[in-house]
């Protein structure tokens, strides 16, 4: 089990972003392609392996929470693959060997009595283009043995679960479990995610109260983090402490200490 820390909004530099990656004594960094510097065709694999090696830190990546890879209109579908395929081409530069993904919920179509997801009204379809992307997957990470590991946000939905059980046909494709989201969607994906553990890679670790109140540093919330984190070991997972400050990374970084899960 290895831990490392998310990019943070009030570090604008990537070398600061490193650097404080390596003075908290974590492995790694997860670039997040939410941000704009941090585009794929925009980040200099050379300058981030100078990094790396200078602060003696590695790298996974956190592709756009928007990835609709599964879009009906190919135009809209292949721009999403597009992006997986440079991210990953990127990740292969810099040994990143972790790419964490959010499922789209996609479109939806609100009727007096109900709202209607459009993938699971045209299901055949959402999971025909899953599996082109899954595909295309499997051909542009050969044998790199980068895995895309799938996050759990608001609670699966049906058809994603079904989308989930096509991707993790493949070796390429495994799974993040993001505690503090399970919490706030009601635990509503932990079971289905324990009874896929051998598939489990990659956590989100912060703590989260009032089941909507979460990103919180670890102890200021109501999570059971032992439970967590005893099956991140067991797993060996790589763990983001996904807090969003640098005072609430310290403060987390001071409990998993004091937990005796790092040194």
Known sequence: MTFGMPTLMEITEIEKT?????????????????????????????QLNRLAEKFDVGYTIHLNDEMAVAEFHP???????????ETIALAKQIGAKKLNM??????????????????????????EQTKVFRDMCETAVDDSGIRICMENTNGFRNYQLA???????????????????????????????????????????????NRKNDHLALGEGELDLQKYLTLAKKQDCSVVLEVKTVAGLRKSIDWVKSAGYLE
């Open 102 to 127: 959010h499922l789209s919920d996609g479109a939806k179509y609100t009727m007096p009595d109900r709202i209607v997801y459009f993938y699971e009204a045209y299901l055949q379809e959402y999971l």
């Open 163 to 209: 989308a989930l059980d096509i991707l993790l046909d493949s070796p390429v494709f495994g799974l993040t479990m993001d505690i503090g989201h399970n919490y706030c969607a009601g635990n509503g994906d932990e079971a289905w995610i324990f009874a896929h553990q051998d598939r489990l890679h990659h956590m989100h670790v912060h703590d989260a109260k």
């Open 75 to 85: 135009a809209v579908s292949g721009g999403y693959r597009q992006a997986v395929a």
């Open 18 to 46: 490193v650097a404080l990656c390596g003075e908290l004594g974590l492995s790694f960094v997860e670039l997040n392609t939410n941000f704009p510097l941090h585009q794929p065709h925009l980040l200099n694999a050379s």
